[in-house]
Every structure is written in C-alpha cells, then in structure tokens.
C-alpha cells in the first residue's frame, strides 16, 4: 500500500544511488538492557526492511555500510556473530534477491572474509547477476583508505600507467565502486556526526543525512523521510545558484 509519505515524493527527483551508514545497533541493545549482538540481529530486520522499501521506491542503487576494516578489532565474540549473521542473511535472501530482481554486490577486502562467508557471499553474487531492477551493495572489510591504496597498487602492478594517464576519471576506474553511479545521498544513522572510512573518495559531492534513529528502528518511513529531505536540496557542485537553475530550465 502507498503511504501518505509515500505520495509526497517526487518520482523524477529520485536519488540513484543511496548508501547508508547503518549505525546504532549496540546503543539500541543497550537502552533495552541486551547485548549488544541482539542488537545487531535485530539490524538484520531493518536491513531486509530498508533494502524492500528501497525496491519498492525505485532506488537503483543502495549500499549498506555493514562491516568496516576497522570493526575486525571489536571483540572476537562480536566479529564471529556479526560473520554469522552475515553468512545467515545470504543463505536466506538469496532467492529473495532474485524474485525481486536485485544484483547482490559487495566492495572491501573480501578476501579477509571467513572462508564460509566469502563462499556464500560470491555464490550470490553469481546468482543474482543476471537482475536488473537494482543493486544491493553490501561493504564489507570496508575501509574508505584501504580502498584508495588498493587502487594506487592496481595502478602501480599495471606497470604501463604513465603520470598523465592519472586523472579523477581514469583513477576512480580502479576504485571499488567502478560500475556503481556517484552516490547522490548518504544516510547515517544514531546521530553521529562523521564518515568512520566509508567512501572517502565517492562522497565528495554526495548530499548527507543523518538522522538520530537507531539503525535497528530504521524502517521504510524513515527512508522516505531521507529522501524527501534530499529532495529540498540544491546540489550546487562548485557552481554558483543561479547556474544551477538555468540549468535546470535548459
Ligand atoms: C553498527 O552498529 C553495526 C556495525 C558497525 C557492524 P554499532 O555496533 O556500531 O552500534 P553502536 O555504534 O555501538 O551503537
Ligand atoms: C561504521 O560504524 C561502520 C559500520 C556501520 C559498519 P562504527 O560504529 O564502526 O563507526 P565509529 O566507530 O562510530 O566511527
Ligand atoms: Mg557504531
């Protein structure tokens, strides 16, 4: 059923390509006096959640923030979960994705992975290939400086890339996110203010949103209401306002 919400978004005004921080999971077992891997279980329904609200709306592209570099250094007990719930998400949803036409992608240092979860991770990667409607990209041993001198090695061990042939365009061909469009919006959620390595170098004209709800309690709703601020923005690029809207008449 379309919401009320729902109506007041502008279908040509869509973002291409979303990509959320999802944030929050420990703060919201916390308040509720659980642990703080209920806390990430229960993410795993907000993700399910956002990534069919998504499809629903028309988005593209999405994609979800849900393990960094950096988080390999949480406690043991905290990574084998989060790896488990990972491993049990794409065991599940991988028919899901293909019903609904959605290409599972995935950017980071895979390798780092669980062998387990690598499998499982490229075993539905392959099966879903072939869906149009949109991509679900999910980073994982993600880091936002791993990336950039992952692609500054790509270069160097190509050994016939002069100096000149370096430029914003021919660079980003060695990013993880080549086939991806820019992302046009961020969402972090649980109110922190920052980019924790997510795609340092793809955000640089991205619009941001972050809004206090726990990642946990993120729901179709809530994404609407990203968007629909999205929507008021003016995205000037360096140009001045007045550029911006003859542009927009021509
Ligand atoms: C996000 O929630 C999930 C991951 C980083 C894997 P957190 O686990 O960071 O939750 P908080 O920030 O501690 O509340
Ligand atoms: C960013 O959240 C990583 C993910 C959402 C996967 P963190 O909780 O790890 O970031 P910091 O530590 O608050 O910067
Ligand atoms: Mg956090």
Not at 4 to 22: A, F, G, N, W, Y
Not at 34 to 61: N, Q
Not at 172 to 187: A, G, H, K, R
Request: glycine share 6%; aromatic share 8%; proline share 3%.
């Amino acid at each position: 059923m379309k919401g009320k919400l729902q109506s007041l978004l502008d279908k040509e005004k869509l973002p291409r390509h979303i990509v959320i921080i999802m944030d929050g999971n420990g703060r919201w077992a916390n308040r509720k006096g659980l642990d703080r891997i209920s806390g990430h279980r229960e993410g795993m329904k907000a993700v399910r959640s956002v990534v069919k609200a998504a499809r629903e709306l028309g988005i593209k592209s999405v994609t979800l923030y849900a393990f960094s570099a950096q988080n390999w250094k949480r406690p043991k007990e905290e990574v084998n979960a989060l790896m488990e719930l990972l491993r049990q998400y794409l065991i599940k949803e991988g028919d899901k994705l293909v019903k609904e036409e959605i290409r599972l992608n995935a950017i980071g240092r895979l390798r780092e992975l669980p062998s387990d979860v690598y499998k499982v991770l490229i075993d539905t990667m392959e099966k879903t290939k072939h869906c149009k409607e949109m991509i679900l990209t999910l980073a994982l041993s993600y880091g936002g400086r791993e990336e950039i001198v992952d692609a500054v090695r790509k270069i160097l061990s190509r050994g016939d890339i002069s100096p000149e042939d370096i430029n914003e365009e021919s660079f980003s061909q060695f990013l993880y996110t080549v086939d991806l469009p820019e992302p046009d919006l961020l969402i972090r959620t649980s109110g922190e203010m920052r980019l924790s390595n997510f795609l340092l170098w793809q955000l640089a004209y991205t619009e941001i949103y972050v809004t206090k709800t726990l990642w946990p309690d993120f729901r179709k709703r809530h994404l609407i209401k990203a968007i629909l601020n999205y929507q008021n923005r003016e995205r000037r690029f360096g140009l001045t306002s007045d550029q911006i809207k003859k542009r927009h008449i021509q």
